[in-house]
């Protein structure tokens, strides 16, 4: 027992001490959005399958820790691509200056729909996001017309308007930590809350001459508060960040609604279909043209000082744009996301060709 | 009024045997009530577990077939593009797409020789799966003979494909998904002509994760596990041991290891993700490992384990009866002798199962695999313990996620390999519970 537990702890010891504190890396880094993880792999499979570099690693950390992470610093032990399903902030723009991160390849590469899917057996719902705001704000504006908000009140989505279905307003959705929630709120509740003139009104200022910045500031965040925050009586479900779940849900409850990715409509279009918005149903056309008015970009972010660091960057933000990935017949689309225009994509090649003239300088 | 009441008790006193005759019956029903609620906790928690395996085995029995279809290939160099003849580095990155493509047009000629469209050609092409160009490398670069000639293969499918012919064979109409009624069309004909099998899929045991079902296996995520888990093992069982030998035998009782003591029981309690969070700070804050290898997943569970060791070896060793310590010091063992001959080969059962306990526990962990980055896409088999690796749970999570309708039955093959581990694992437990128990009595 002895010497053998002994000759176990020298061994673990030796392999502690003799990790490479920062060996070479030959593979890529890459860390973010879970969202882009699901296109990312796909291209990281293929690229490590037909390249003679490794396969990438592709961490699902969520945009915001993906982009933490990749704002650390310049080196072999930071991740040299971030995914994300929005576009970097200001702040982790100074996060990343402060490490040393300076220059930062932005690359959009398509797009994600964000569907409002019902059951197959449901009836058929048609909304508008005015609509989906009064349904699933916390307040909403009071009925009488008067400039105050109160609790909502409606249970039915016929309480809201009387061409909707007499059944009782349910939405599963992911929670807060969800780039799909955040999208959502900016873009359909936001939206809807702004068809109210005296809402939209209130961000701008009262009489030009004593407004003070401060409270500019302070009737911005009531705004964002009123227009953005999600009712919490029940009639909005929090169902977790797994958008199967969402689907079992809905199979299991017609009378439900649930907030998914356009790529889970897809591959499960046997039991759910999807709600039409503002008069369109989400569909590869209607996104890409924009006709459909929930999606949002998918971008990946690459550290310049990175390339030629590692072996194959330059060779992976290719094949990622290739027409043979992200064109509109690619295989990206194939697993459900929605393609940039041609010009969009000609545009980005572009930078990316410049960007190798400047490397080989 | 005493004497009345002297007299009727005096009558009608009980005897003793009365009294618990009367109660007997109630005692009786008591004592099978008792029995039933025992019965019934077991059986609630039977069926619980049967559901949960007919659930599981029900969607994940699929996953370890699937679909081929056969195709006669005719190895062309020409539509290769491997025209040096006998340089076989020009296989790696000859065109097979090409002769797939020819394949299956010569193939869906002999049904409808009408001309095809851009569409149809692109739908037929999707009906293979974006992995056959490799079992095809593998074979041209196995036997270079088979240049230029053509040969009967069975190829992959496409894992849309796969779920409709597997949804066909359970009857009804089958699940078409995504594929267009043309696609249904050929594949129908595909079935009727025998040219579909189910094969057993090895693919599954033999492959890193994929984004495409039909290519996606366990293996990479398997050997992180076990990476780790030889890690965690290495570590904490001879440090936990030592802790509580130290601790039971030798150290004094006084306030600091009451302290020490009170700390173990309480880390024992710690949600898990703060041990990732630990890890996260110490061994890729601090010492500069990188992240997603197994070495660092084995050292945060290592430090998550070890209380729970700590404080199963230190029940055993209590539980050795002192008489067998003090005769042994009574024939003049020395202390170190008296606890490696004696008193821990004797614990050792008990030991045992509380580090296994342990170590199935470590297996099944994800949490704090999160903070250091080994929730990740790993497709490549790691090869040592520095390599980037997943770990099985993180497959399962990470598949569970996954919209392709194709990775629900792969998710649950997955658990069905996990819990077939554990329960590996526990029945090792048992065993050695045995054979070392027997030893020494």
Redesign the interface.
């Known amino acids: 027992m002895k010497p053998s537990a002994l000759s176990i702890i020298c061994a673990c010891v030796w392999t502690l001490i003799s990790a490479p504190a920062n060996a070479m890396r030959d593979y890529i880094d890459v860390v973010g959005s879970s969202t882009v993880y699901a296109f990312s792999t796909v291209v990281a499979e293929r690229f490590g399958k037909t390249s003679q570099f490794h396969t990438p690693k592709i961490e699902s950390t969520g945009s915001g820790g993906g982009l933490k992470l990749f704002c650390q610093g310049v080196g072999m032990k930071f991740p040299d691509i971030a995914n994300s399903s929005r576009r970097i902030k200001p702040s982790e723009i100074d996060l990343c200056q402060q490490n040393g991160v300076n220059e930062v390849i932005e690359i959009l590469i398509g797009f994600d729909g964000i569907v409002l899917a019902q059951s197959k057996l449901a009836e058929h719902i048609q909304l508008t996001r005015r609509e989906l705001y009064l349904a699933l704000a916390k307040s909403v504006p009071n009925p009488d017309g008067s400039a105050t908000t109160i609790d909502n009140p409606f249970i039915t989505w016929q309480d809201i308007n009387p061409r909707l279905p007499n059944i009782e307003i349910e939405v599963f959705g992911p929670p807060p930590t969800s780039g799909t929630r955040d999208a959502f709120s900016e873009l359909v509740l936001d939206y809807g809350c702004h068809t109210f003139d005296w809402l939209a009104q209130m961000s701008e200022p009262q009489s030009q001459a004593q407004t003070s910045s401060r409270e500019a500031r302070t009737r911005k965040n009531q705004q964002r508060r009123l227009c953005r925050m999600l009712r919490e009586d029940g009639a909005y479900i929090d169902a977790g960040e797994n958008d199967n779940l969402v689907v079992q849900k809905l199979n299991a409850n017609p009378n439900a609604l649930g907030l998914l990715g356009f790529s889970f409509l897809d591959q499960n279009r046997d039991r759910i279909k999807s709600a039409k918005i503002d008069g369109f149903s989400p569909s590869f056309s209607s996104i890409a043209n924009g006709d459909y008015p929930i999606s949002r970009p998918l971008y990946f972010y690459v550290k310049k000082a990175h390339i030629g660091m590692i072996p194959g960057i330059e060779a992976f933000i290719r094949e990622f744009v290739s027409d043979n990935a992200s064109g509109e017949s690619g295989y990206l689309p194939r697993k459900g996301m929605i393609p940039l225009s041609k010009s969009e994509r000609q545009a980005i090649e572009y930078r990316i060709n410049a960007l190798h003239t400047i490397m080989h300088q | 009024m005493r004497k009345a009441s002297h007299k009727s008790s005096t009558a009608k006193v009980p005897s003793t045997i009365d009294l618990v005759n009367r109660n007997l019956a109630k005692r009786k029903r008591a004592e099978w009530r008792f029995r039933v609620y025992g019965i019934g906790a077991i059986l609630f928690g039977f069926i619980c577990l049967l559901i949960l395996f007919t659930d599981i085995i029900s969607k994940g029995h699929g996953a370890f077939f699937k679909t081929q279809i056969h195709l006669q290939i005719h190895f062309n160099p020409q539509r290769l593009q491997v025209l040096q003849p006998g340089a076989i580095e020009q296989f790696n990155n000859a065109n097979y797409d090409n002769v797939i493509q020819d394949a299956l047009f010569a193939d869906n000629a002999r049904i409808s020789p009408a001309l095809l469209s851009a569409v149809d050609k692109?739908q037929l092409l999707?009906l293979i799966s974006?992995g056959a160009v490799?079992s095809l490398r593998e074979t041209l670069t196995d036997s270079p003979g088979v240049l230029n000639q053509s040969v009967g293969v069975w190829l992959t499918v496409d894992d849309d494909v796969d779920n409709y012919v597997k949804s066909l064979a359970h009857g009804g109409e089958g699940?078409?998904?995504?594929l267009s009624q043309q696609q249904q069309s050929w594949v129908n004909r595909w079935i009727e002509n025998g040219q579909v099998r189910q094969t057993f899929n090895t693919t599954f045991f033999t492959s890193g994760?994929?984004?495409?079902p039909e290519q996606a296996g366990i293996r990479s995520a398997l050997m992180g596990s076990l990476y780790m888990l030889l890690?965690t093992i290495?570590?904490s069982?001879?440090?936990g041991?030592?802790a509580a030998v130290y601790l039971e035998e030798y150290a004094p009782i006084n306030r600091v290891t009451d302290f020490i003591e009170v700390n173990i029981n309480n880390l024992a309690a710690v949600p898990s993700i703060i041990f990732g969070l630990l890890g996260l700070a110490i061994f890729?804050g601090f010492?500069?490992?990188?992240?997603?290898v197994p070495?660092v997943g084995g050292l945060v569970l290592t430090l998550m384990t070890l209380p729970t060791i700590i404080i199963s070896s230190r029940a055993a060793i209590k539980a050795v009866p002192s008489s067998i310590r003090d005769a042994a010091y009574g024939l003049g063992a020395s202390k170190m002798q008296v606890v490696?001959h004696h008193v821990?080969p004797l614990a050792m059962p008990g030991v045992l199962t509380g580090a296994i306990i342990g170590f199935a526990q470590a297996l099944g962990e994800t949490a704090p695999l999160l903070m250091i980055?080994m929730?990740?896409?790993?497709?490549?088999v790691p090869a040592d313990?520095?390599d980037?690796s997943s770990a099985l749970p993180v497959q399962i999570f990470?598949w569970?996620?996954?919209?392709?309708?194709a990775f629900?039955e792969r998710t649950s093959a997955a658990i069905m390999v996990l819990l077939a581990f554990l329960i590996s694992m526990n029945g090792l437990a048992v065993w050695l519970r045995h054979r070392l128990g027997r030893s020494h009595q």
């Open positions: 692109r999707s974006t490799y699940y078409t998904g995504r994760d994929s984004r495409e890690v290495g570590l069982f001879p440090i041991i030592a890729i010492f500069d490992m990188p992240r997603s070495l490696l821990l980055g929730v990740a896409f790993i497709v490549d313990l520095m980037p990470l569970s996620d996954s919209p392709e309708r629900v």
